[in-house]
């Protein structure tokens, strides 16, 4: 059959073969969705809680440690005198205000030497018999404020000839919120005290 112009009409398979369009539609899963319980929601709160917990524990007990030095100390006196060793300054670059809870001192002596610790404000002291001309006052550290210029000494006093190592100083503080115990100050004091009443300390 021709038509008027001239063409002849397409067959239907022929339009059929291209029209037709191959689809593989793939089914669909349903999104899932993770919903915690409000027991859930709670123990994940207080895993986050307990984490920052620590941290801040961690970061009240474990305040920046003070200045140590390797220098050894050595002084010498007499029986039935007052002797004053520095053993811990905090000098200009000391940019720290600390509260001091407690000053440790342990030493190893032949004989019987008492040991207090003081701290020397406004002033440092190396071995003398003579603090007041370096100190501004002398004061039980305990719950004293430590700042730029202060130093820790200590007052060693023995009625009869000893020898002694004094290790290096443990003070607790407290600084902002945190606190804690750290080393302090030079390695060790080698103190000798003879028996004669005769040995004077050096000045300073």
């Given at each position: 059959?021709?038509?008027?112009s001239g063409?002849?009409?397409?067959?239907?398979s022929?339009?059929?073969?291209?029209?037709?369009?191959?689809?593989?539609d793939?089914?669909?899963?349903?999104a899932?969705?993770?919903?915690p319980?409000?027991?859930q929601?709670r123990g994940i709160?207080?895993?986050v809680?307990?984490g920052?917990l620590?941290l801040?524990t961690?970061?009240?007990?474990?305040?920046?440690?003070l200045?140590?030095?390797?220098?050894?100390v050595?002084?010498?006196?007499?029986?039935?005198?007052?002797?004053?060793?520095?053993m811990f300054?905090?000098?200009?670059?000391?940019?720290?205000?600390?509260?001091?809870?407690?000053?440790?001192?342990?030493?190893?002596a032949?004989?019987?030497?008492?040991i207090?610790p003081l701290?020397?404000?406004?002033?440092?002291?190396?071995?003398t018999?003579?603090?007041?001309?370096?100190?501004a006052?002398l004061?039980?550290?305990?719950g004293e404020?430590?700042?730029?210029g202060?130093?820790?000494?200590l007052r060693v006093?023995?009625?009869?000839?000893?020898?002694?190592?004094?290790?290096?100083?443990?003070?607790?503080?407290r600084e902002d919120?945190?606190?804690?115990?750290?080393?302090?100050?030079?390695?060790?004091a080698?103190?000798?005290?003879s028996?004669?009443?005769?040995a004077?300390?050096?000045?300073?």
């Amino acid at each position: 059959m021709v038509t008027r112009s001239g063409r002849r009409p397409r067959s239907a398979s022929s339009n059929n073969a291209r029209g037709l369009e191959v689809r593989f539609d793939q089914p669909r899963l349903p999104a899932v969705r993770w919903r915690p319980t409000t027991w859930q929601q709670r123990g994940i709160v207080a895993v986050v809680l307990a984490g920052l917990l620590a941290l801040l524990t961690l970061y009240i007990k474990t305040p920046t440690p003070l200045p140590t030095s390797a220098r050894t100390v050595t002084a010498q006196g007499a029986a039935g005198q007052d002797l004053y060793i520095g053993m811990f300054a905090a000098g200009r670059d000391f940019d720290r205000t600390i509260r001091i809870r407690g000053v440790k001192v342990d030493a190893k002596a032949s004989g019987r030497l008492d040991i207090v610790p003081l701290l020397c404000r406004r002033g440092t002291v190396g071995v003398t018999t003579k603090p007041d001309e370096f100190c501004a006052d002398l004061v039980d550290p305990e719950g004293e404020r430590m700042v730029s210029g202060d130093s820790v000494v200590l007052r060693v006093r023995a009625t009869e000839g000893v020898i002694a190592i004094v290790s290096r100083l443990q003070i607790s503080f407290r600084e902002d919120l945190r606190g804690g115990t750290s080393s302090a100050g030079y390695q060790r004091a080698i103190v000798t005290i003879s028996g004669d009443g005769g040995a004077t300390a050096p000045q300073g």
